[in-house]
């Protein structure tokens, strides 16, 4: 079995070297901050969230979030999508979605909050 590694530079992080399923965690949440057409060369990368946020969210506008995210996620072959959840919040969305890591079947779930207001997001 593949053993993956790289490192993260977030400031609470405990450590810097991420491996595995943290790590795929870490790469799919480094996608969802860049908004869709940001990355040089390539304008078809990054997530329409961020555009999505000063939308209501209705039926049709939680359909456009889970297609995107779950779309997202099937980029990354380490990783398999389970059940996805949009909310509203005061400032913005939070999705809540359940992971499997293949090489291993750990599953977890990943909850990221999209604040309009400071255009940031964060996760729980």
């Not at 790289?6 to 991420?18: C, Q, V």
């Not at 909310?87 to 604040?115: R, V, W």
């Amino acid at each position: 079995m593949t053993t993956y590694y790289g490192f993260s530079t977030r400031r609470n992080a405990k450590k810097y070297s991420l491996t595995d399923f943290e790590l795929a965690k870490q790469d799919l949440i480094n996608y969802f901050n860049i908004r869709k057409g940001e990355k040089l060369m390539n304008p078809s990368f990054g997530t329409i969230i961020w555009e999505m946020l000063f939308e209501p969210l209705n039926e049709d506008t939680q359909q456009v979030i889970t297609q995107d995210v779950t779309k997202i996620v099937s980029y990354d072959p380490r990783l398999a999508i389970g059940q996805v959840a949009v909310t509203q919040k005061e400032n913005g969305f939070m999705i809540e979605l359940t992971l499997a890591y293949i090489p291993t079947d750990q599953s977890d779930t990943l909850k990221l909050t999209f604040d309009r207001n400071s255009h940031t997001l964060t996760t729980n």
